[in-house]
Structures are given as C-alpha cells and as structure tokens.
C-alpha cells in the first residue's frame, strides 16, 4: 500500500495500478519480426477484450497485442470501477443521430444491462479475482421536487428501455433500509450496477488471454500501421487485420469527427 502522503504526478500510473504492483505481471518488449492474423494495438480494456473475444470465436487465430508502455497505463488502469448499465449522455441526442432513431437507444440500453451479468459470468468462467461485486446503485431526493425529479426521470427510464425491476422507485422507509440518510424523501435503485478493482480487471484479462496463447508485449509502441504492417521501434509486425484501441490516444477530437453526437 502506498502511503497516503505519496503525491501523484501527471504520466505516473493511477492509483489503482500503483497499489496492485506487487502483483503484476510484466510482458516483453517486442523485437524482431512476427507475423499475426490479428494485430492490436493498445493494451487497455479495449485490446484485451478485443483479443479474448477474437480468441474464444477463432481459437485457432494468432494474435498479439503491442502496448506502448504497459497494460493499464491509460484509462483502463484509471477509471473509477464501475460497471453500470446507466448510459451516459443523453438518449435523446443518440436516438436522433441514428437512422432507426429511438429503437437505436433502447437497443443500447439493453446492451448495457446484459453486458453487466455477461462481464460477471466471463469473470467467474475464467476465474479472474477482481473485487467484483454487484451491488446495484440508489438516487436520493433530498427533497419533495428532486423525487419528483426522479419519478420523471424513472418514466424516461422505463420509456428507453429499463424493465420496472431494473429501476427500482423507493420510498423512504424503503430507501432507509439501504442507507440512513436523515432527510431523504425516497430516490431510485438500479440494480444492474457492479463495482470493481479495474487493475486487477486488467491483469485477470492479460492472464486469461495469454493462457489463450495471445502475445502481449509492453513498452512496444506502435509508430505506423499500414497495408498489415506495423513499425516498432525494435522491429516489424505483419498482420492479416489490425485493431487500433487508443482511445484516447488516438489524436486530439476535431469537430469533423465527434467521438459520440454533440
Ligand atoms: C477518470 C476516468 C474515470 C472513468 N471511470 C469509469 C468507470 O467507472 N466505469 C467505466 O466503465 N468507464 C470509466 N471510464 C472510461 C474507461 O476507463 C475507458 O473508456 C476505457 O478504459 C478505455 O479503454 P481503452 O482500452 O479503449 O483505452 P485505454 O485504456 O486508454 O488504452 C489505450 C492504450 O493504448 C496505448 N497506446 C497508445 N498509443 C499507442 C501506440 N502508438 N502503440 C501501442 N500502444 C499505444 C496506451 O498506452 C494505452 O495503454 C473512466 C475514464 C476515466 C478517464
């Protein structure tokens, strides 16, 4: 454990990394020459799932993944450990972006609910020990109007897809048999919202797809892919496809290219 007067500084590892690195695991720097079926670049949530997915539906399809620095160096490693089936941002922007207008949110919304248990059960398959827990989340109303509020905003809820279990209206005896708080008028409880500790996520995912055969290598920055083939510092990589999961790396957002509507 670190101690708590340990400053953090930008371009360090988060917290939840720092505090599990006793028991991490490191991969190899990449040098020479490979050749893959699958390439991917980024070693966060979006590379690592992208492999275990890629190998349980292909077994037999080689892939390796190059991280710039090491697993979890980006957000993957710093997020705040929820898994919620709460969709941020606004529905109603989604649904007017797509072409099948508000049937693309309600779609989503289910996806959202049933990724939650799927990520539990794939954990469980696997035996991957990250702190989960699914625990559920509650809204409270502090007063008469938030509740009316969030008896609004439950309807809305309900209107883009959430069944009447999955968003739960609590009075306030109810809500007080979950957590006392004095000046509560009620609130709402999702119940599809789990927590976890997103490093230990992270390094579960990079053992199970190792043992799957997937290659990992760290401190490989990618420096140009194109036409199947990938430049690193120390070497080259052909691949019949190419991932690219950089979020936020991938260049600055421009107003020709909004990574979700305005
Ligand atoms: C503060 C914060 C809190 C969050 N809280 C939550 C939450 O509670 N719940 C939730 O679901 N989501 C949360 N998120 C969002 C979530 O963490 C991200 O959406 C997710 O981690 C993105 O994963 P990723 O693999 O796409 O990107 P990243 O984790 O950023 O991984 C990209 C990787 O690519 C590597 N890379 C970059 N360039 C190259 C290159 N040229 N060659 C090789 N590798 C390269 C980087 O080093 C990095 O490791 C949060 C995000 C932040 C920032």
Redesign the pocket.
Known sequence: MRPATTTMRNGQLGFWMADTIGIQRSYPRFEGDETVDLAI????????WAAYFAKTMEPSMSVAV???????????????????ALVPGNRMKFAKASATGKAASVALQREFITSVDTLLEILATEGIEADQYKGGTLSAAHTEAGLNRLIAKRASDLSYGMAEDEVQLLGREEFQTRIKIEDVHGGLFYKDVARMN?AKLLMGLADTVSRMGVKIYED????AASEGTLKLDAGRANSKRTFI??????GPPTRQTPAHPD
Not at 41 to 48: A, F, V, W
Not at 245 to 250: A, I, K, L, P
């Open positions: 670049i980024g070693g966060g949530y979006s590379g690592l190059f991280e710039a620095e090491r697993l979890g160096y980006g957000a993957s490693g710093r997020n705040g450990g929820w898994v919620s997103p490989s920055r990618v420096l999961c950089t979020e936020g790396y991938s």
